[in-house]
């Protein structure tokens, strides 16, 4: 699932694994509140099974899935939420925290150094 992630997309298997050790497997039900837009955030999410629907200033901006994933800006700035993420069925995701997350980094310059070429061409 990871390599469908564009911020993950530059690494290899091994470092891939690496990432994927540290996350946790997280279950909701339909109808919770996966994360509420305007509060802080500290995880990323990639969504293994169900399905969210997602809003911001009580909006509807769509629907995401397996596949799908949701902050990858809080996992790098710990800054809040952009959004509010509800599950419209029951749900299997697998969530990393920012202090899982960098030491990881801090640790291993090759990851490190692709995924600040993902966050630049991101920028692009």
């Known amino acids: ?29 339909a109808g919770d509140t996966v994360t509420e837009e305007g509060a802080g955030g500290a995880g990323f999410f990639v969504i293994e099974d169900g399905a ?13 899935g ?7 800006i809080a996992l790098l700035t710990g800054s809040d939420r952009t959004a509010t993420i509800t599950a419209s069925s029951d749900m299997v995701c697998w969530g990393m925290t920012a202090w899982d997350f960098r030491p990881l ?11 600040l070429t993902a966050m630049a061409e991101k920028l692009r």
């Open 105 to 115: 980094v801090e640790s291993n310059s090759a990851i490190a150094w692709k995924l």
């Open 1 to 29: 699932m990871l390599k469908k992630v564009p911020l993950f997309s530059g690494l290899d298997d091994r470092e891939l694994e690496e990432i994927a050790g540290s996350m946790k497997e997280r279950r909701y039900s």
């Open 66 to 72: 397996p596949g799908d994933y949701f902050g990858e």
């Open 52 to 64: 969210a629907d997602v809003s911001v200033d009580g909006q509807a901006r769509g629907a995401i």
